[in-house]
């Protein structure tokens, strides 16, 4: 189990909360970027608007109770669409706050979201299997790597975890 090797365990005890540092906005110290630079002609791959996109109404309750973690997979591939919709409710902008922060659908405190989405994908209609990165303020992928050993090599450094590589898409 990973919570059993030392570095999970070292980790779990440097960020307990008693040892963390005051944090960079309290220090004053400026907000990063409201996203990681992207490199100069760089081509992207826009996706499908969220507002075009139908999503099936489904209660919250039953889509809590019917929610199931699975490990195998269809072979089907997903659709560009769907991926536009999964990519957008996991990091999508519904609002900017330039410069310092925007409001999306995941929080983040004090608005900073640290964390860029990356993306392996395996079988989306239309796209080359390989890793991308979202950018959220396009709403479109930036290609990061289509060799053939990329899958094997994210399925290798998730600890081998077999589903990574089967799925249609895996985020990161």
């Known amino acids: ?34 996203e990681k630079p992207v490199p100069p002609n760089t081509r992207t791959i826009p996706l499908p608007k969220p507002t075009d996109i139908i999503i099936p109404v489904r209660e919250l309750r039953t889509a809590i109770e019917q929610r199931r973690s699975i490990r195998h997979y269809s072979r089907d591939p997903l659709t560009i669409e769907e991926l536009a919709c999964l990519c957008w409710c996991t990091q999508g902008i519904v609002e900017v706050k330039a ?31 390989g890793l991308y990165r979202y950018l959220p303020f396009s709403h479109s992928l930036i290609t990061i790597d289509t060799s053939s050993g990329v899958s094997d090599a994210i399925m290798s450094a998730c600890l081998g975890q077999a589903f990574v590589r089967s799925s249609a898409v895996t985020f990161i």
Do not use: C
């Open 1 to 34: 189990h990973w919570f059993m090797l030392p570095t999970g365990r070292t980790f779990m005890e440097q960020t307990r909360y008693e040892n963390l540092t005051e944090s960079d906005q309290a220090r004053g110290l400026p907000a990063p970027p409201l």
């Open 99 to 129: 410069p310092f922060y925007t409001f999306r659908n995941v929080p983040s405190a004090g608005g900073r979201h640290a964390l860029e989405t990356y993306l392996l994908i395996n079988r989306i209609k239309g796209i080359q299997p």
